[in-house]
């Protein structure tokens, strides 16, 4: 899987999100539907992986601009994970793990894609 990696939404100045093709989760939420029944909002942003969530300040943030609007390869899990009313599968990416730790943040972090909230 591919992630285009832009800045968006919270606070545009502090966050990273890594896009994903929409594709992916409308395939999860139409397994979910089929073997558990459960209908599912899509996520309310388009599908994508967070870097970098806005709540801090980037300290460095010239290391995540030359990944700015590049295609990045990443790993997801085919296992869907619940978190409370969310629908997730996790994510694993070297250079995500670069930028945060470049940027001044902990390069261990859960990544995931949102696929679905319950209704």
Not at 98 to 111: K, S
Request: include cysteine; charged fraction near 30%; charge should be positive.
């Amino acid at each position: 899987m591919r992630a285009d990696l832009r800045k968006k939404n919270r606070n545009p100045k502090w966050s990273v999100i890594g896009e994903v093709d929409p594709a992916i989760g409308d395939l999860y939420r139409w397994w979910i539907k089929r073997l558990w029944w459960l209908d599912l909002d899509p996520p309310k942003w388009y599908p994508h992986t967070t870097v970098l969530d806005g709540r801090n300040p980037i300290k460095q943030d010239k290391f995540w601009k030359q990944y700015h609007k590049k295609t990045i390869e990443i790993e997801y899990s085919p296992v869907v994970e619940q978190h409370w009313k969310f629908f997730v599968v996790p994510v694993r990416c070297k250079i995500f793990d670069e930028i945060r730790y470049n940027c001044g943040f902990d390069e261990v972090y859960p990544y995931h894609i949102t696929i679905g909230r319950m209704k």
